[in-house]
């Protein structure tokens, strides 16, 4: 499946997040306007598709600015990488998709937490 969007569906979204069987959520941070998101928007895609136990989720966030909390992007793309409610990675990431895949082939559940400001997974499925 490819990346959900915060706007698309969001019962979709909902039970997405609180499926027992996702073992990750991979977050995307970009803007519409960026060309450079839109080209790795292909490639993140594709990625989501080779992983179905992870949920992948494009976040616009000029649109959806409350997916980032207290949180700023200044760089794109900027990626989120949660196990449970636990952020694992939070950061910009040079654009080319194989950095994403080698990322996620190293972080597991019992990957460090990251100090975040980011959004509780929990809250975002109630919402």
């Not at 997405?16 to 998101?37: E, N, S």
């Not at 990957?111 to 980011?118: D, F, I, M, R, W």
Request: net charge negative; hydrophobic share 45%; charged share 25%.
């Amino acid at each position: 499946m490819p990346a959900l969007l915060p706007d698309s569906d969001s019962a979709v979204l909902r039970a997405a997040l609180a499926d027992p069987a996702r073992d990750r959520v991979v977050v995307c941070y970009c803007a519409a306007w960026c060309d450079t998101c839109t080209a790795y928007r292909v490639k993140f895609d594709a990625l989501a598709d080779t992983h179905p136990a992870t949920l992948f989720i494009w976040v616009d966030i000029e649109d959806h600015a409350d997916w980032l909390g207290e949180e700023d992007v200044e760089n794109f793309p900027t990626l989120s990488v949660c196990h449970g409610e636990r952020h694992v990675f939070f950061g910009p990431m040079l654009p080319h998709i194989g950095h994403l895949e080698r990322l996620l082939d190293s972080l597991n559940a019992d990957s460090a937490e990251v100090p975040t400001k980011l959004p509780n997974w929990a809250r975002l499925q109630a919402a």
